[in-house]
C-alpha cells in the first residue's frame, strides 16, 4: 500500500508569520516606561504617594518680571546760602526731621554787629530826613505833611530810603543763616562738619521724603506696551525678598532706548510706606512683578507639568481604579507658580502635583491630603 505525502511547508510558515504579527502590536499607545525610574511604576506592588488637585477654569495671571530701583520724587540736596562758619549742626544721617527744623546754622555775630552798624546809620537818616521836612516847611515825623515830590526828594537827600534797605538786606542774610527742612523728610549724604567754614552755595546735607518713593525699572517695548497707567505691580526689595510693596504705574517714558528697552515708574502707596518706611533706602535694588489677567483659562500647578521625553506631560488621578494617567498636553502660558493647559485636560480632572517626578502611565498610587 502507497501512502500518499503530503506538503504542510506553507501552512506552518502562515501560522509563524501571524504569531509574529500578533506579537509585535503594542498593548497601548503610551510611552515605555524611563530607565531608571522608583518604585510606584507598571508591575510594582506599592503604591506612590501623590497629592493632587482639580484642574480649574480660571483667570491666569500672566507675569512679567523686571527689575528696577527705589527712587524718592521728592528730595532735595540743601546748600548753605552765604558763607560762614558751621555753628550747629544737629542732624546725623538717616534721622528724620520735620519740615521747618534746624538742620544747620552759620555763626550770625558779624552780622549782628553789621545790622546795628546799620540801625544807627538809620536812625542818623531818619534825624535828617526830619530836619529836611521842618525846613521845607512841614512838621517833624510828618511825612505827608509835604507833598509827594518833596517826600520822595527829602528821602533821597536824607540817606533815609538807603539806611532802610540796608536793614532788610542784612536782615535777609541773618535768616539765610539758618538752614531749615523744607518738608519733612529723612537726611542723608551729610558733607559738612561742626565748626568748618563753608561757602555760598557748599552742599550740606540731602533731603528724602518717605513717602514719595517710587519703582523705576525698564522693559522690553513689546512688554512695555501692555503696560497702562494705573496698573498695580508688585514690588519686592532684593534684600528683603519676603516684604511686598504695591505700586501703581505712573508714568512711562515715550522713548526706546538703544538697547530696546522703555522706563516706567510705578508709585509705591502710601500705607505700604508707612508700614515699611524704616527698611526702604534710596537706590535699594527692586525685582518687579506685573500681572495681567487671562480669562477662561484651564489653570494647574506648575509643578504639575513634567517632561518626557522633551514634552509636557500631566498625570491624573483615575478614583475608580487608583492609578495615575499619563496625559500629553499642550501649555499656552506659565508663571513662576501656575500652567495654563490648552489641551489635553479637561475641567475637573485631578491632577497630581507631587510625587509626579518619576510615575508612569497607570502607576498604583496613594493620595496625600495636604497637611
Known sequence: MMLTRTNHTPVIALIFALAAALSCKPARSVPPPEVGASPGQVGDSS????????ALIKAFQLRTFSTGVLSATIQTELKANTSGYLR????HEGGFQKKGGLLAQLDTMSLHLRIEQARL???EAEYNKNDMLVMQGGKWEVDNSVNEEQLESILQQSGYKKALHAIVQLEYELAQTKITAPFDGIVSEVKVKLHQPLGAGESICTLID???FEAVFQLLEKEALQVEAGQVVKVQPLALPKQELRAGVSSLNPVVDEKGLVRLHATIRRD???RSRSHLLEGMNLRVVIEKPIPGQLVVPK???VLRSGRPVVFTYDRESGLAQWNYVTVAYENDTEAAISEGLKAGDLVIYEGNLNLDHDAKVNVEKDE
Do not use: C, N
Not at 503604591?47 to 482639580?54: E, G, I, L, Q, Y
Open 88 to 91: 550747629a549742626l544737629p542732624i
Open 272 to 274: 505700604d510706606l508707612h
Open 210 to 212: 518717605p513717602y514719595s
Open 303 to 305: 509643578s504639575a507639568v
Open 47 to 54: 503604591r506612590a504617594a501623590v497629592k493632587t488637585t482639580p
Open 121 to 123: 546809620a538809620l536812625e
